[in-house]
Nanobody, 123 residues
Framework: VQLQASGGGLVQAGGSLRLSCAAS????????MGWFRQAPGKEREFVAT????????YYADSVKGRFTISRDNAKNTVYLQMNSLKPEDTAVYYC?????????????????WGQGTLVTVSS
């Protein structure tokens, strides 16, 4: 599975961005998809996850109510809509996939990773 993340950029606090993650190379209808982020000097952390088949979602407390993960089956693409952005959301955002339709926030349980896209939120 190849994952291509895009949509990052520079935005002011309170603004919005939508990240996209296009998947290719294998049928992912039974996969779980996730978004993670990594700020400078910090470990990679969980943001949100969705099961491709059922659309069930799970979020980190820090983004709940502000971020929304979704998927488009026809386009084989997962999205992360980010609203009410804060400076502490600044990080490189990664999409990831695992061949199991089970929600998990553990980095180690994802087998495939995209290249990352930088989100910078200015105050």
């Amino acid at each position: 599975v190849q994952l291509q993340a895009s949509g990052g950029g520079l935005v002011q606090a309170g603004g919005s961005l939508r990240l996209s993650c296009a998947a290719s190379g294998r049928t992912i209808s039974s996969y779980g998809m996730g978004w993670f982020r990594q700020a400078p000097g910090k470990e990679r952390e969980f943001v949100a996850t969705i099961t491709w088949s059922t659309g069930i979602t799970y979020y980190a407390d820090s983004v709940k109510g502000r971020f929304t993960i979704s998927r488009d089956n026809a386009k084989n693409t997962v999205y992360l809509q980010m609203n009410s952005l804060k400076p502490e959301d600044t990080a490189v955002y990664y999409c990831a996939a695992r061949p199991a339709a089970v929600l998990t926030r553990r980095v180690s349980e994802y087998d495939y990773w995209g290249q990352g896209t930088l989100v910078t939120v200015s105050s």
